[in-house]
């Protein structure tokens, strides 16, 4: 009897070892093929978050040009109006999720009662934020501006404040694109939109083609011109595009369902604070190291920077995380909802592992593009080593929340944010930064701090959602 079961032991243990190298090589399989889809999807979004940026790295360029004051000016009301701007990016991506929910299990018509839903959503949010935007304007004097730069703020935010509509109402057919994981379209436009913002830039600020020169303001006209043709470019060619006729994407708001409008903001909202908070959060770092002195102040603008461009990349990684985990849950399988996430995951933390590297050997380098005065370059190199620290915990959590936001969890990191930003991050900054004279460094150190405790803990977050499935 003995002979027997150690015999029968012994195959079981063999036919185990046999099977091993088939194991390991199907999971390899199934692990480069996730890798393949969420690098496909999450290119193109990536691109398209970098025409974003690039829109507002040009008009800086091209305001520029006429003058200090100007180009002072942009930098405060786009840095005011994007705190306000990201509550309403993070309100429009809840439709993404449920609508690749949706298409995974199959209920096509529901990909686009949510595109409705999600219209009437966004398009509330965006006047609420039109008003808070234009709102800001009575602000502006009072944030101890020179007098030049709040005369030029001004109007140039008045203007800006009427580009609110025609982004949400773009982001609404983005997000729509890509929960059905057509991403290249709105890449498209947007890249597109770069060369007609320039084009238009070209005319209003310098006062071509009997134009007359409008300055900042004219910048502010070009913006929200342009983003009223990409909305309305989207949104046509949504209608016409045969691949999603079968997602009935027309717009059909006669009868509301109350309870997936509240769904969307229950989703919505939370995701906009949740970047709020990090914004906010990285916002008030540099108004803590502008105490501290203006060559502290530049060196901390180079290294964002250059972290900001790093980030816009992963930023793509996290939406297609979103879209695939949500896809994969609407299928109700929840093995391949696991493998999308932390194959997202793990293609962040190796991409951002490569930039830090680069952050570290080219440190010098990199800040030389910016400025020439040595001392600057000397905190700069300083802050971009802490930055290289923290591009691995950056990733993490950057694609941590978007995985989790497949998995319509927004709430948890919310208060994880709020928590390792302000709560753990600003203060421990603030304590090293004067405290112990580090400086801007100290200040960074904090970040990298609260960026670790997110990174960290909502990678063990999605682990616990998914691992009892």
Same mark, same amino acid.
């Given at each position: 009897?003995?002979f ?11 036919s ?10 199907? @999971?390899?399989?199934?692990?480069? &093929?996730?890798?393949? &889809?969420?690098v ?11 025409g974003?940026?690039m829109?507002?790295v040009?008009?800086?360029m ?7 004051a ?6 405060l009301v786009n840095g005011?109006?994007?705190l ?6 993070g309100v429009?991506?809840?439709?993404t999720p449920?609508?690749s ?8 018509d529901?990909?686009g ?29 009072? !944030?101890?501006q020179? @007098?030049?730069?709040v005369?030029?703020?001004?109007p140039f ?7 609110v ?6 982001q ?5 694109? &890509?929960?059905l994981?057509i ?5 498209? %436009?947007?890249? !597109?939109?770069?060369?007609l ?6 005319i ?11 300055g ?15 909305a309305?470019?989207l ?5 016409n595009?045969k691949?999603?006729?079968q +997602?009935n994407p =027309? ?10 409008? =509240?769904?969307?903001i ?5 995701s906009?604070?949740q970047y ?9 770092a ?6 501290i002195?203006?060559?502290?102040l ?7 920077n ?7 990349? %992963?930023?793509? %990684? ?5 879209? =695939? ?9 929840? *093995? ?5 996430g932390?194959?997202?995951l793990?293609?962040s933390?190796a991409i951002?592992?490569?930039?830090? %590297? ?14 020439n005065?040595? &001392? ?15 591009q ?9 929340v978007?995985?989790? =936001? ?11 944010s ?9 203060p421990v ?5 004067? +405290?112990?004279?580090l400086?801007?460094?100290g ?6 701090i609260?960026?670790?405790?997110i990174? *960290?803990?909502l990678?063990?977050r999605?682990?616990?959602k998914t691992?009892?499935?």
């Amino acid at each position: 009897m003995i002979f027997f079961s150690l015999a029968n032991s012994g195959a079981f243990l063999f036919s185990k070892i046999l099977t091993l190298p088939l194991t390991f090589l199907k @999971k390899t399989l199934q692990i480069k &093929e996730h890798i393949k &889809e969420t690098v496909k999807l999450a290119i193109p979004i990536s691109f398209g978050q970098l025409g974003h940026v690039m829109m507002g790295v040009v008009d800086s360029m091209m305001v520029g040009r006429i003058g200090t004051a100007q180009l002072a000016a942009s930098a405060l009301v786009n840095g005011l109006f994007f705190l306000v701007l990201v509550i309403g990016i993070g309100v429009s991506m809840a439709a993404t999720p449920l609508i690749s929910m949706a298409k995974g299990a199959q209920k096509f018509d529901d990909c686009g009662k949510t595109l409705s839903h999600s219209l009437v959503v966004n398009f509330s949010f965006s006047i609420i934020l039109t008003v808070l935007t234009f709102g800001m304007t009575y602000v502006i004097p009072h !944030l101890n501006q020179p @007098k030049e730069v709040v005369a030029e703020a001004i109007p140039f935010m008045q203007v800006l404040s009427f580009s609110v509509i025609p982004f949400m109402l773009f982001q609404s057919y983005r997000q729509f694109l &890509e929960g059905l994981s057509i991403p290249n379209p709105p890449m498209v %436009i947007v890249l !597109l939109a770069n060369l007609l913002n320039a084009f238009l830039n070209w005319i209003f600020i310098y006062g071509n083609f009997g134009a007359p020169s409008l300055g900042l303001f004219g910048s502010g006209i070009s913006t929200t011109v342009t983003r009223w043709i990409m909305a309305f470019a989207l949104i046509l060619f949504v209608i016409n595009y045969k691949k999603v006729k079968q +997602y009935n994407p =027309r717009i059909s708001i006669s009868s509301l369902d109350i309870s997936l409008i =509240r769904k969307l903001i229950s989703i919505g909202l939370p995701s906009g604070f949740q970047y709020f908070l990090e914004v906010g959060a990285f916002g008030f770092a540099a108004i803590m190291i502008g105490w501290i002195g203006s060559h502290q102040l530049a060196a901390h603008q180079i290294a964002i920077n250059l972290a900001s461009i790093t980030y816009m990349i %992963i930023l793509g %990684i996290s939406a297609a995380g979103t879209i =695939r985990v949500g896809g994969f849950l609407g299928e109700n399988n929840w *093995i391949k909802v696991r493998y999308a996430g932390f194959t997202s995951l793990g293609i962040s933390v190796a991409i951002m592992f490569c930039f830090g %590297i680069s952050f570290i050997i080219f440190k010098t380098t990199l800040t030389k593009f910016y400025v020439n005065d040595s &001392e600057v370059i000397s905190i700069a190199s300083q802050l971009l080593i802490v930055a290289a620290l923290f591009q691995i915990f950056d990733g993490m959590q950057a694609t941590g929340v978007g995985i989790l =936001r497949g998995l319509s969890d927004v709430k948890v990191p919310l208060v994880i944010s709020l928590f390792a930003y302000w709560i753990i991050g600003i203060p421990v900054g603030a304590l090293l930064g004067f +405290y112990f004279k580090l400086g801007a460094v100290g200040v960074w150190i904090g970040l990298l701090i609260g960026l670790a405790l997110i990174g *960290i803990t909502l990678l063990f977050r999605f682990r616990y959602k998914t691992k009892h499935h």
